[in-house]
């Protein structure tokens, strides 16, 4: 069993920056890619980022690439989430979560275990 909690969260002016975080517990946190994803009022949870197991490779969504930057520390069991120009569509519940094995993983069901979640809005 892992435990996730999100934290970082607020509200923000468009073009501003956050940072969120994944503190885990539970079971062995590196050999596990991780993956960041949202959901907006009345909109599937979609994918917006995942680090490999040992950090050495990522994979964004398009509407992100550019602006966020997924990052894990490994020794402290943290995943994090750097959002930079945030927009307005960016507003959502932010999850973070961790896969099924290694490798880069994209659509939820590809996750096991998830975090409660934490509101990001970005205002214009």
């Known amino acids: 069993q892992v435990h996730l909690v999100e934290s970082g969260g607020g509200l923000v002016q468009a073009g501003g920056s956050l940072r969120l975080s994944c503190a885990t517990s539970g079971r062995t946190f590196s050999p596990y890619a991780m993956g960041w994803f949202r959901q907006a009022p009345g909109k599937e949870r979609e994918f917006v980022a995942a680090?490999?197991?040992?950090?050495?490779?990522?994979y964004y969504a398009d509407p992100v690439k550019g602006r966020f930057a997924i990052s894990r520390d490994n020794a402290e069991r943290t995943v994090y989430l750097q959002m930079n120009s945030l927009k307005p569509e960016d507003t959502a519940v932010y999850y973070c979560?961790?896969?099924?094995?290694?490798?880069?993983?994209?659509?939820?069901?590809?996750?096991?275990?998830w975090g409660q979640g934490t509101q990001v809005t970005v205002s214009s």
């Open positions: 979560a961790v896969a099924r094995g290694m490798l880069l993983m994209t659509t939820p069901a590809q996750y096991d275990y």
């Open positions: 680090i490999y197991w040992n950090g050495g490779r990522t």
